[in-house]
């Protein structure tokens, strides 16, 4: 559904939803009353982004920890709004952001731009954080439809939410919590093919995020399906036994980039896999304009 169209949607449910109004306060109330309970001046900044990016006809959706609360109940007001965009679509939304009276730029070239109306932030992300992959379409064309602050969006697909999250892994941050809760919230009720598809050769970080999750809600294992869980076992069964033949890599910044692993790759000899992964997107950008 493109966003022109989201105008004869209803307006957000009243389920109860977990509020977390400062760090250490955590109360239940509406969802409508959570929403509510964002500051006006916030409020204003976050809905002012929104309408005018439908207005503009520029396709996004939102992710981050609004589109974990529509999936989970589980209210977290960060100042921040996500908004994920393809990268073909980056610079328009900067523009209209930009002509909206937002002070735009770029943060970090392979994924990230930013537009501020101080202390608020939209955040403009069109790939991967740890560079593995650009946002792409599917993630537009897989969206749920719904409102917030009672304005017609898009929400991030949960299985795209999982699968970016799940590379969040770090010492300063780890997102596994955001993901049990949206399989929780969603109870499992999840496209688990293309999920597994997303993942790819990086299955291992699945696996580990599932059986998190398991060990999280016993009571919900059921959420993962039974195959799943099996075809994730029975690969990592094979690689017991399979001699690695990729020479000395450290995969550890595609899950922390930001200095965890920084001795491994400066001092220690290994390679970086989230470098060799980047090289590789921009070679294939290269041979297809040629």
Not at 109 to 131: C, H, Q, R, S
Not at 188 to 216: I, S
Not at 224 to 239: D, F, Q
Not at 263 to 281: H, L, N, Q
């Amino acid at each position: 559904m493109s966003n022109d169209e989201l105008a004869g949607q209803p307006v957000a449910d009243t389920r109860i939803k977990e509020v977390v109004l400062d760090p250490g306060r955590r109360q239940w109330m509406p969802k409508d009353e959570a929403e509510l309970s964002l500051p006006k001046e916030e409020k204003q900044v976050f809905k002012k982004a929104l309408r005018g990016l439908n207005l503009a006809r520029v396709p996004y959706v939102i992710g981050g920890a609004f589109s974990v609360y529509h999936y989970s109940g589980i209210w977290r007001d960060t100042r921040d709004l996500d908004l994920f965009v393809t990268p073909e679509h980056k610079e328009r939304a900067l523009e209209v952001l930009g002509n909206l009276g937002y002070h735009t730029w770029v943060k970090h070239e392979p994924w990230l731009a930013k537009a501020t109306m101080e202390p608020y932030f939209v955040d403009i992300i069109y790939g991967l954080g740890n560079w593995m992959a650009p946002v792409d379409d599917v993630w537009i064309e897989k969206a749920k439809a719904g409102t917030f602050l009672r304005v017609p969006t898009l929400f991030a697909p949960a299985e795209e939410i999982i699968w970016a999250k799940a590379f969040i892994a770090g010492r300063e941050r780890y997102d596994g919590g955001d993901i049990n809760h949206v399989i929780q919230g969603t109870k499992g009720d999840l496209d688990w093919l293309r999920l597994m598809e997303r993942f790819k050769d990086q299955w291992e970080v699945l696996l580990f995020t599932l059986v998190m999750f398991r060990y999280v809600y016993p009571c919900h294992r059921d959420y993962v399906p039974n195959w799943v869980m099996r075809e994730l076992g029975a690969r990592l069964e094979r690689s017991i036994t399979e001699e690695w033949t990729g020479g000395k890599l450290c995969r550890g910044p595609l899950l922390d980039g930001i200095g965890t692993y920084s001795p491994d790759v400066e001092r220690m000899g290994y390679r970086d896999a989230r470098k060799e992964i980047w090289t590789k997107r921009q070679m294939y950008v290269i041979s297809k304009a040629a």
